[in-house]
Nanobody, 120 residues
Framework: QVQLVESGGGLVQAGGSLRLSCAAS????????MGWFRQAPGKEREFVAG????GGADSVKGRFTISRDNAKNTVYLQMNSLNPEDTAVYYC?????????????????WGQGTQVTVSP
């Protein structure tokens, strides 16, 4: 059974930091690229960051850093200098292959999401 379980979300003040985690199971984690997406109320889901099978990373936010620990089957998103516009549900996802894509349709497994709320 494939599972992606996000954790680490919560309420933080503007300017603060938060680290999200995604624990994966049920597949060979190290063979696949992973991604983080987010969705705010009334908005479409958008790509935040991705990391390929060997650790190369792509991020649309300079304040955010994605990383992975293949020994722990876990991918992380370090978020710094948060602002209220970062408030959203954050999802981790598994790409269908080893290379990063910003297209959500290239991802075959999804977690349930974790809420991040940034207060003014």
């Amino acid at each position: 059974q494939v599972q992606l379980v996000e954790s680490g979300g919560g309420l933080v003040q503007a300017g603060g930091s938060l680290r999200l985690s995604c624990a994966a199971s049920g597949f060979t984690f190290s063979r696949y690229a992973m991604g983080w997406f987010r969705q705010a109320p009334g908005k479409e889901r958008e790509f935040v960051a991705g990391i390929n099978w060997s650790g190369g990373a792509d991020s649309v936010k300079g304040r955010f850093t994605i990383s992975r620990d293949n020994a722990k089957n876990t991918v992380y998103l370090q978020m710094n200098s948060l602002n209220p516009e970062d408030t959203a549900v954050y999802y981790c996802a598994t790409n269908e292959g080893p290379w990063i894509s910003r297209n959500e349709y290239d991802y075959k497994y999804w977690g349930q999401g974790t809420q991040v709320t940034v207060s003014p």
